[in-house]
């Protein structure tokens, strides 16, 4: 049994070098270097046309700073899951918890309404709560398709042993993705935990030198591996013993 490759990226370049290197499917989203936040319309559009919606799960995540999210918030996030599902994405990434960090059921249940019948993914917002096992026994209740998780480690390869309690805890049930810190040498270990699937964002940095400091940022800016994401689809496709 093989394991599928998602590769987080944010531009259209991006989204074809991953594909392009052998990568499954991909997560969309801006500003990774604050966990990810909701990419533009006009960039949802550019990658699903590069590379075909039905690959392409956009992350919808209004600001940094936690999941705990206000009114105000809620209602756009299920504003942006309708559009971004409207231009051709085939599932969104969402995720919020409530004050005591169990699932938020009924942001939830709005946003996966909101989505309609495209694939509902709950993100690494599992790892943040001190109720893990409670988070992932409710996601279980409200169908979600999908749950990216480190296992509540710094780094996916350091949380194996409780991705596999997550694995045989739902059977099949919602597929159990492993994603933070991955490197494609992490791969063999964390994929004989029974995940189904592997994240990473594979990023180098490009553009350093060019005009930036106060007003425009840090030095440079992310760019998608291909040799990276063609080294973790290679580590994913090996022969298991």
Do not use: K
Request: hydrophobic share 50%; glycine share 14%; proline share 3%.
């Amino acid at each position: 049994m093989t394991a599928a490759v998602e590769i987080a990226v944010q531009s259209a370049a991006g989204a074809r070098a991953a594909i392009d290197a052998g990568a499954d499917r991909l997560e969309l989203c801006q500003a990774l270097e604050v966990g990810g936040l909701t990419p533009s319309i006009a960039l949802v559009e550019a990658v699903c046309d590069a590379v075909g919606g039905e690959r392409v799960n956009v992350l919808v995540r209004p600001r940094g700073g936690g999941f705990v999210y206000d009114d105000d918030e809620i209602a756009l996030v299920a504003a942006d899951v309708r559009a971004v599902v409207a231009r051709g994405a085939g599932g969104v990434v969402v995720g919020a918890l409530d004050a005591e960090g169990r699932v938020d059921r009924e942001a939830l249940r709005r946003w996966q309404a909101a989505a309609g019948g495209a694939r509902v993914t709950f993100h690494r917002a599992i790892d943040a709560s001190a109720h893990p096992d409670d988070v992932l026994e409710a996601l279980l209740a409200e169908g979600v398709d999908r749950v990216l998780t480190s296992g509540g480690a710094a780094r996916s390869v350091e949380g194996v042993a409780r991705l596999a309690r997550y694995v045989t805890r739902v059977a099949g049930a919602v597929q159990i993705m492993a994603g933070g810190g991955v490197t494609p040498a992490d791969i063999p270990a964390i994929l004989a935990s029974g995940v189904d699937a592997v994240h990473l964002s594979a990023r180098a940095r490009a553009g350093r030198g060019a005009a930036a400091g106060p007003g425009g940022g840090s030095d440079g800016h992310d760019v998608t591996d291909a040799a990276v994401v063609a080294a973790a689809v290679a580590a994913a496709r090996a022969p298991r013993g």
